[in-house]
């Protein structure tokens, strides 16, 4: 089973950017997709983008796309998330996980802590 732990987030005013990683550990990180989803308060948790085990395939959410950029690191077993134009609605607990297949976020079942990101008007 993997282990994942995020870090990166952080305050910042909109407009920012900010850049996220999730260090992986315990698997076989070349072998899983990996994903980012956020959960903002009151609201269910959401998919943001994920990338396939050799990136040769990205996936994005309406809301991220043009402004995110997700990439992958398989020698350093690290995920990027950045994060550029930064908007207030864009406020959550970022997830970092690993999954099976990049195009079905259902799939994706190990999950970090999260961090928090927050973005000021």
């Known amino acids: 089973q993997v282990q994942l732990v995020e870090s990166g987030g952080g305050l910042v005013q909109a ?12 698997g ?7 994903g980012w989803f956020r959960q903002a308060p009151g609201k269910e948790r959401e998919f943001v ?6 990136a040769g395939n990205t996936y994005y959410a309406d809301s991220v796309k043009g402004r995110f950029t997700i990439s992958r690191d398989n020698a350093k077993n690290t995920v990027y998330l950045q994060m550029n134009n930064l ?13 099976r297949y990049a195009g079905v976020p259902s799939s994706f079942r190990s999950w970090g802590p999260g961090t928090q990101v927050t973005v000021s008007s």
């Open 15 to 26: 407009g920012g950017s900010l850049r996220l990683s999730c260090a992986a550990s315990g």
């Open 87 to 99: 908007k207030p609605e864009d406020t959550a607990v970022y997830y970092c996980a690993a999954g």
């Open 49 to 54: 983008t994920t990338i396939s085990w050799s």
């Open 28 to 34: 076989t990180f070349s072998m899983y997709a990996m």
